[in-house]
């Protein structure tokens, strides 16, 4: 008699959360990546994540996407990145790479005086209409380089 083998695929691995608790993902161009990425930012973050993306989206719809350093960056096609976001163990920070010139200010500073930062913890409420304006904003100033 032959063996029976199982001809289960495999289970693809879930991905590596970093220190800190970010999700390792692939770099990558497009929305595939930023959707992978999204779905192992890990607990309540991921539906925040779904949430974030699907604001840029709404605001720039033309807003081009990558995963780069574990990170989603949002930019505009040949004018480099206006927005990243990152996941820490109580936090995920969105960063806005030209933060200094919006208005008002995103409210946590950075080592460099152009990038402003906004955290949100857990059950924080979210301003969406002040996000959209600052991702608008933001969108219209010369992206970072990266």
């Known amino acids: 008699m032959a063996n029976k083998t199982s001809s289960k695929p495999a289970k693809p691995a879930e991905p590596k959360l970093l220190s800190g608790g970010n999700p390792q993902i692939a770099k990558g161009e497009g ?24 604001l840029i989206m709404q605001t720039v719809p033309d807003a081009h996407k990558a995963v780069k350093w574990n ?17 820490f163990n109580k936090y995920i920070k969105l960063a806005f790479f030209r933060g200094g010139a919006l208005q008002p200010m995103p409210p946590e500073e950075s080592r460099t005086a152009e990038t402003r930062y906004f955290h949100i913890h857990e059950n924080d409420p979210i301003d969406e209409a002040q996000l959209a304006d600052w991702i608008r904003q933001a969108s219209l100033l010369p992206g970072e380089k990266m």
């Open 31 to 54: 929305d595939g990546p930023v959707q992978a990425y999204i779905a192992a930012m890990p607990g309540w973050k991921s539906d925040v994540g779904r949430r974030l993306d699907a």
């Open 71 to 87: 990170s989603p960056l949002y930019g505009m096609k040949g004018d480099g990145w206006f927005l990243g976001i990152h996941c």
